[in-house]
């Protein structure tokens, strides 16, 4: 499945965005020609007449290809329409089952859905999240960015529930206003607990948190490596800037580099120039959370771009 993603997961139609990905667990031919056909009916109404050319193509070329399978044949597969297709294992076909994935999944846009079914299929980390929700109970949330699943325990037993969950979960987090975060770390963080400062109750605003918390020990260490160049002890040569490929990726190439600070924006070029086995240092994509922050004066005054080398 991985090497399957890859593959696909630099296309992009940024035009027209007329790529589709459909995914589709347990259906038999007839009744996924029958989607098909319906698809190719909506697509005909589409207004921009270079993405309905393109839609239309592809989903006529779909058609022809099931038109050929038997009718009465199962079918559990991951579709990049006009480009490829790759049949369902049955660890997958069950987890797209235990995690109610829309069946059939379809969707258009200017990229294939690769981040959505790696997270989705070989994703097995889980991040939990508890909240006290009365005085009796809790939640406990169990969540990847596309599957979560959740329950509700009894407060009396918070001990023992925390105790299962240290075992399974590091860290755990907690929303900090519970009674929860008391009970489990006395009101701090620790290396089993992180407390979450930010109103979470549903999957996207808890990775939305995630995003900006990691983000912002990302600003800190910017920070950190550019006070250093104000400082007269630092050796300048170990800095390395300019743009991406006449400056950045020779120095990958030769495994050169300890950190690449990168405007965020830039990641998908880099990937582009750079095989994945190059990327072995720390890559640290750099995003602006407010105007004028480290960030935004990172982008403005060095391009977004700085590479910390191992030697000078």
Not at 125 to 141: A, G, L, W
Not at 266 to 293: S, T
Request: include cysteine; charge should be neutral; aromatic fraction near 12%.
């Amino acid at each position: 499945m991985n090497i399957f993603l890859e593959k696909y997961e630099n296309c992009r139609d940024e035009s027209t965005e007329s790529l589709i990905t459909i995914c589709v667990v347990g259906m038999i031919t007839s009744n996924v020609l029958l989607f098909a056909e319906e698809q190719l009916k909506k697509a005909q109404k589409i207004g921009n007449s270079a993405r309905r050319k393109k839609v239309n193509d592809a989903l006529y070329g779909w058609l022809n290809a099931l038109r050929g399978e038997d009718p009465d044949r199962v079918i559990s597969r991951l579709i990049f329409l006009g480009a490829g297709w790759i049949d369902l294992k049955q660890d997958q076909i069950d987890t797209a089952r235990a995690f109610k994935l829309v069946n059939p999944y379809y969707r258009g846009g200017d990229r294939y859905e690769c981040a959505y079914f790696r997270d989705f299929f070989l994703n097995k980390e889980f991040d939990c999240f508890v909240r006290v929700v009365d005085k009796s109970k809790m939640q406990v949330h169990e969540w990847t960015r596309t599957k979560e699943r959740s329950m509700t325990k009894d407060l009396k037993s918070l001990d023992t529930h925390f105790q299962e969950l240290r075992q399974r979960y590091k860290p755990i987090y907690i929303h900090e206003s519970s009674a929860a975060a008391t009970a489990a770390g006395n009101g701090t963080s620790t290396s089993d607990y992180v407390l979450v400062d930010a109103s979470v109750t549903h999957r996207e605003q808890f990775f939305e948190w995630k995003e900006k918390r990691a983000m912002l020990e990302y600003h800190a260490l910017l920070q950190q490596r550019l006070d250093a160049i104000q400082n007269p002890k630092t050796n300048l040569d170990l800095y390395v800037f300019g743009k991406l490929r006449p400056v950045i990726i020779p120095e990958i190439e030769a495994y050169a580099l300890k950190e690449l600070f990168i405007d965020e924006a830039k990641i998908e070029r880099l990937r582009q120039f750079a095989p994945p086995e190059a990327l072995n240092f720390r890559l640290l994509p750099i995003r602006v959370l407010e105007k004028g922050d480290v960030a935004d004066r990172f982008i403005s005054e060095y391009n977004g771009l700085m590479g910390i080398r191992y030697f000078a």
